[in-house]
């Protein structure tokens, strides 16, 4: 049970800067994700957590003591912080329970400890096996009561179910938190994947090139995203440009209430694909149905406004699905987020974000086309740019935005 | 994004063993450069030097040929088929690591009249020297990865594709490593060639010191067989593919599918016990029908029993040295490659490569003008040991720490263990048993080395391999034998260790 602060955390390996000032604070008890795409820091904040590498700037706190930062580095043996690696590490010449007994002093050896952390993670009785008699998953169980067994203050979990298949890894995830939660532990989850990230964690941390974007329970970051780069990492998102008068956001969507404080003038707004809603026979605004992504438990139905900008609705029950082609009214449930343009010149910059992202020309390709929807005056550009350019534009999954931060 | 860590006390430790491997280089280029260029120009272009560098390097190619055929081959059929009786091949195949070559020299010289020259001397050293291939590829077959054969299986390769495209390249570098010392060794070998009368460098060297007092000749010789030893260096970095390092992240250990042979396994069977009668057979019988003679001798038992001792402790000493040298190079080698690494590790293998006579002459002179203390104890010549068989020693390290991966470190310093008591509880029990393996190699390699004990042994202490040269070389076959068969039996513990280490003998269903 600690609480960990990281303030202003820099690490450097040579000329690339891992780790730009890192702000974050871990509440105790508590599972908090830190979710990146690959390359934006995660493992190198893990690392410094642990304690393996040390800080070019900054401190890290647990409990208000200091253990890294300015000319202090406390070895990673007496931070109290225990790692479950990615592929698990298990000790191959020791058993399941001496492998779990390792962090624990003599007399706790003697306890029951070892046999109620194993049964924590579901493997009572397997204490006598070896590492290599144990399938994946259950190797990474062992992992994680091996970390839990010495009570640590913090628990580091470096993408623990990466290499497991999505079965095994959701029942695996959801048991290891369990686990944590029973043991009373603090955990660290570094992830790059966002379902796990929002369905696992208790706090989110999303991290990118280094820096902290954005902290908070997973309903604040999904619903209240601090910017369109996270709105579309942590989730399906429809990003529609818009303008913002009195509280509303005028869009090729019609009139959308916007949640919060937004300023007035061009902004982006944020839709997510299950508060659009559509019905068959025509409404206010009207589109066309493009295809129709079944998944089981919802559908993604792929939408072609009158203006041609494309969005996507998702509907739970699959049920009577539309026809692709069919006209149908579309309407938008609850409130939108806005996100205001920053540069609120008529023709946006290429590259209006310090972070390059494959969105960023989408959206400049898509808000040029909506003026030549508009005024006719860019009517010359290039009718399949514009189109791959909207389609993309149109839903942003969290899997493909990995792409340029590797 | 894992970077290890600079580590300036490893690298300066390497470095200085590194530097007193390199001792006899440095005063073999001293000695030359004193020599003169006109002088060394003289000795240098001459038909016979190139004859003898010609006559080297091809007996060589033929021995490291031979051995990696015959040392893959076999490691293979013990732990990758169905072979009758492979645990017992298994130790068949190491055991001619207990027999000096010198020893199997002699061995076929008094069964076989007037058997000399090249093809005699290829035959001998490749029957006493493909256990270096085998060892390692052994050890390489079990731990590969099954899984990758089992996907190369299903991209439609057939099993022999596999076999060529898959397995092989899994155990290349420990082949290379292998065949890299079975040349290295043949080309600074000498009682066999000497034996056997195959003219190479060694030979030519000893004659040109011990006969003609030919200090300056014996030198140049050396040179250019340290020359040669480069150019092998070079050719083994060449072709070692960068980053080849086969490395498996995660899982755990599972033992591979065998080859069911059919009736294949009546050739296999044959092929291993018939190189078996050459490599162990012939020394066996050859010594057993002299050693009745020779124990019968009056006072033989005292006098063998004294140069045992002799043996054990030099060898002992030697051992423990090395390995004291070669683990902060071997950590560095698995740890923190690089070129620096890389040029330590190539270094060290240089001095292995010199001939025995050339360490031990520099030694003296080392011992004589440097550190005098040192000169005509037993620690001078644990130092020769030490700078012949580092590369041993080192290879062994290095394959130790990879099997304790410093992830596994992470983890066990992250539960509150200290460096030390990680060091005891994780890397040691996982390294241990190669560096034991190491040592082993080394402890063994110097019972049976013969040139640089000759020239380096304190006055009056005679060692097993010293009392038979010089019983051989009067003739006295008879007086020699005991010696011999009680250094092929100390030998055959180390070696017998190395095996049972090596995982060859483990129960199948153990990982």
């Known amino acids: 049970m600690s609480e960990v602060v990281l303030t202003g955390v820099v690490k450097r390996y040579g000329a690339v800067t891992a780790l730009a000032g890192v702000d974050l604070t871990v509440p105790s008890g508590l599972l908090t994700a830190v979710l990146g795409p690959s390359g934006c820091g995660k493992t190198t904040l893990l690392r410094c957590l642990a304690g393996f590498e040390r800080l070019d700037g900054g401190e890290i706190r647990i409990d208000g003591a200091p253990v890294a930062g300015a000319g202090r580095h406390v070895p990673t043996h007496r931070r109290r912080i225990a790692v479950v690696p990615q592929e698990g590490a298990l000790f191959p010449h020791l058993s399941v329970a001496d492998n779990v007994a390792y962090g624990l002093d003599r007399a706790a050896r003697r306890g029951d400890r070892v046999e109620e952390v194993l049964t924590l993670v579901g493997l009572a009785g397997y204490g006598d096996r070896m590492p290599h008699q144990l399938s994946g998953g259950q190797q990474q169980r062992v992992a994680v009561a091996r970390a839990l067994a010495p009570r640590p203050s913090v628990v580091l979990l470096d993408e623990p179910f990466s290499a497991l298949d999505a079965g095994l890894r959701a029942g695996l995830r959801h048991d290891v938190r369990e686990a944590l939660r029973a043991d009373g532990a603090t955990g660290v989850l570094v992830t790059h994947d966002q379902g796990e990230a929002l369905s696992v964690a208790d706090r989110v941390v999303v991290l990118r090139a280094g820096r902290v974007v954005q902290a908070g329970t997973p309903t604040t970051v999904y619903r209240e995203p601090a910017d369109e780069w996270v709105a579309g990492f942590v989730g399906d998102a429809v990003l529609l440009p818009a303008v913002v008068e009195d509280g509303s956001a005028r869009t090729s969507l019609g009139l959308v209430p916007v949640a919060g404080a937004a300023p007035a003038g061009p902004a982006t707004v944020l839709v997510r694909p299950e508060q659009v809603r559509f019905t068959t026979g025509s409404g206010p605004v009207t589109a066309t149905v493009l295809r129709h992504d079944f998944h089981g438990h919802d559908a993604l139905v792929g939408l072609r406004l009158a203006d041609g900008t494309r969005v996507t609705a998702r509907i739970l029950d699959g049920g009577p699905s539309v026809p692709v082609g069919t006209e149908v009214g579309v309407t938008v449930d609850g409130t939108a987020r806005a996100f205001p343009t920053p540069n609120p010149s008529p023709r946006p910059r290429p590259h209006p974000h310090p972070h390059p992202h494959p969105r960023d020309l989408a959206l400049s390709a898509r808000t040029k086309g909506a003026d030549a929807g508009e005024s006719g005056a860019e009517s010359a550009r290039s009718a399949g740019g514009w189109d791959a350019a909207a389609g993309r534009a149109g839903v942003r999954s969290a899997g493909a935005s990995s792409a340029g931060f590797s | ?511």
């Open chain 2, 1 to 511: 994004m894992r970077r290890l860590a600079p580590r300036p006390a490893l690298l300066a430790a390497s470095t200085a063993a590194v530097a007193v491997a390199l001792l006899p280089l440095v005063y073999l280029a001293v000695r030359t450069a004193e020599a003169g260029l006109d002088r060394l120009a003289d000795e240098l272009w001459t038909e016979r030097v190139a004859l003898l560098a010609l006559r080297s390097l091809g007996l060589a190619a033929v021995v490291t040929v031979a051995c990696v055929v015959l040392g893959v081959g076999a490691a293979f059929l013990v732990t990758r088929t169905d072979l009758p009786g492979r645990r017992t091949f298994a130790v068949l195949a190491a055991l001619p690591l207990a027999v000096p070559t010198y020893i199997a020299a002699f061995a076929w010289v008094s069964t076989v009249d007037g058997l000399e020259g090249f093809w005699p001397a290829a035959l001998v050293l490749t029957l006493c020297s493909y256990p270096y291939v085998f060892l390692p590829v052994a050890a390489a077959l079990r731990g590969a990865d099954p899984a990758q054969e089992e996907v190369s299986r299903s991209l439609g390769r057939s099993g022999w594709r596999t076999f060529t495209a898959v397995t092989l390249r899994q155990i290349r570098p420990a082949t290379a490593a292998g065949a890299l010392l079975v040349a290295l060794y043949v080309l600074s070998d000498f009682g066999a060639v000497s034996i056997l009368r195959a003219d190479t460098f060694t030979r030519a060297i000893f004659i040109a010191f011990d006969l003609g007092f030919d200090r300056t000749g014996a030198l140049v010789l050396s040179s250019v067989l340290v020359a040669l030893t480069v150019l092998l260096l070079a050719a083994e970095t060449a072709t070692r593919r960068r980053g080849a390092r086969y490395a498996r992240l995660c899982g755990a250990r599972r033992p591979p599918a065998r080859l069911r042979l059919g009736a294949a396994r009546w050739p296999a069977l044959g092929a291993l016990l018939g190189v078996a009668a050459l490599a162990l057979g012939v020394p066996a019988v050859s010594l057993a029908q002299r050693l009745v003679t020779g124990v019968s001798r009056p006072g033989a038992l005292t006098e063998v029993a004294a140069a045992a001792g002799n043996s054990l402790t030099a060898s002992l000493a030697g051992a423990a040295l090395t390995m004291l040298l070669a683990l902060p190079l071997g950590l560095l080698v698995a740890r923190a490659p690089g070129v620096l690494t890389t040029v330590l590790d190539r270094l060290a293998y240089l001095a292995h490569a010199l001939p025995g006579v050339v360490i031990g002459l520099s030694l003296i002179f080392f011992g004589i003008t440097v550190a005098y203390p040192l000169y005509q104890t037993r620690w001078l010549l644990a130092l020769a040991y030490a700078t012949l068989f580092l590369p041993l020693a080192v290879g062994a390290v290095a394959g130790a720490a990879a099997q304790s991966p410093p992830g596994l470190e992470e983890v066990a310093r992250s539960l509150g263990r200290g460096p030390l008591t990680v060091l005891r509880t994780v890397t040691l029990p996982l390294t241990l048993p190669g560096i034991g393996a190491g040592a082993a190699l080394v402890f063994l390699t110097g019972m049976k080395e013969l040139p640089a004990t000759l020239l380096l042994r304190p006055t009056g202490t005679d060692t097993l391999a010293t009392e038979l040269w010089t019983a051989t070389s009067v003739g006295a076959y008879a007086a020699a034998a005991p010696y011999a068969a009680l250094l092929v039996a100390i030998s055959a513990l180390p070696t017998w260790l190395l095996v049972a280490r090596s995982g060859l003998l483990d129960k199948e269903d153990r990982g």
